[in-house]
């Protein structure tokens, strides 16, 4: 399992298959292992609102996993297009007070 966050939006959107905004600009879609999904989404997105959070099943996908900035840290992102039948579960991901992000129960 692999994990993405993105608007309500912009899932609501989403009609086959889902393509985020860095596919086009980077080439790949950015996801995250479950234990790097808290960390990540605050800091990135600190206190973004209406977010929800993907819950990918990466069979059949090719997923890359690789440090592409640098950064000392792996990451899993897709070279393309992921088909909505591959997202198991869409949660609520609204930030804390603080405007951090715990991941909802369950995951």
Same mark, same amino acid.
């Given at each position: 399992m692999?994990?993405?966050?993105? /608007?309500?939006? +912009?899932?609501?959107?989403?009609?086959?298959?889902?393509?985020? *905004?860095? %596919?086009?600009e980077?080439?790949?879609?950015?996801?995250?292992?479950? +234990?790097?999904?808290?960390?990540?989404?605050?800091?990135?997105?600190?206190?973004?609102?209406?977010?929800?959070?993907?819950?990918? +099943?990466?069979?059949g996908?090719?997923?890359?996993?690789? *440090?592409?900035?640098?950064?000392?840290?792996?990451?899993?992102?897709?070279?393309?297009p992921?088909p909505?039948?591959?997202?198991?579960?869409?949660?609520?991901?609204?930030?804390?007070? +603080?405007? /951090?992000?715990? %991941?909802?129960?369950?995951?």
């Amino acid at each position: 399992m692999i994990y993405h966050w993105c /608007s309500e939006g +912009d899932w609501e959107a989403v009609g086959d298959s889902y393509m985020a *905004d860095s %596919l086009a600009e980077e080439g790949f879609i950015h996801f995250s292992f479950r +234990d790097q999904v808290e960390r990540t989404a605050t800091t990135l997105d600190r206190g973004r609102p209406n977010m929800v959070l993907l819950c990918v +099943d990466d069979t059949g996908l090719e997923v890359v996993v690789e *440090d592409s900035y640098g950064g000392g840290e792996e990451f899993p992102h897709v070279y393309g297009p992921i088909p909505a039948a591959a997202v198991v579960r869409v949660l609520p991901f609204p930030p804390q007070a +603080d405007g /951090s992000f715990l %991941l909802p129960e369950g995951v």
